[in-house]
């Protein structure tokens, strides 16, 4: 079965920096991309940053040179450490996985960054 827990969101001013991470159990990484996705109030979930099974990452623009994804397949856990955050950056936070193209997801976590 597979389970997503999200944790580490919280509340930060700006410029502060973040770790969320993603406890995962049910996975293969070897064939599954990990992602990291938010969705702000009153807009579209977008996805912030997705981890190919070889380890590819791709970061949408908004994040890239902040934020930074990671996977540790031993430990099965999923990263995404967030520096130099913006009041932009406050949503809620899941992390996902694709395999073979069924999506899972975990709960969010919050991410609040003040003014």
């Known amino acids: 079965q597979v389970q997503l827990v999200a944790s580490g969101g919280g509340l930060v001013q700006t410029g502060g920096s973040l770790r969320l991470s993603c406890a995962t159990s049910g996975i293969d990484f070897s064939v599954s991309v990990m992602g990291w996705y938010r969705q702000a109030p009153g807009k579209q979930r977008e996805v912030v940053a997705e981890?190919?099974?070889?380890?590819?990452?791709k970061y949408t623009d908004s994040v890239k040179g902040r934020f930074t994804a990671s996977k540790d397949d031993a430990k099965a856990m999923v990263y995404l450490q967030m520096n130099s955050l913006k009041p932009e950056d406050t949503a809620v936070y899941s992390c996902?996985?694709?395999?073979?193209?069924?999506?899972?997801w975990g709960q969010g976590t919050q991410v609040t960054v003040s003014s």
């Open positions: 996902n996985v694709n395999i073979w193209g069924s999506k899972y």
């Open positions: 981890i190919a099974p070889g380890g590819e990452i």
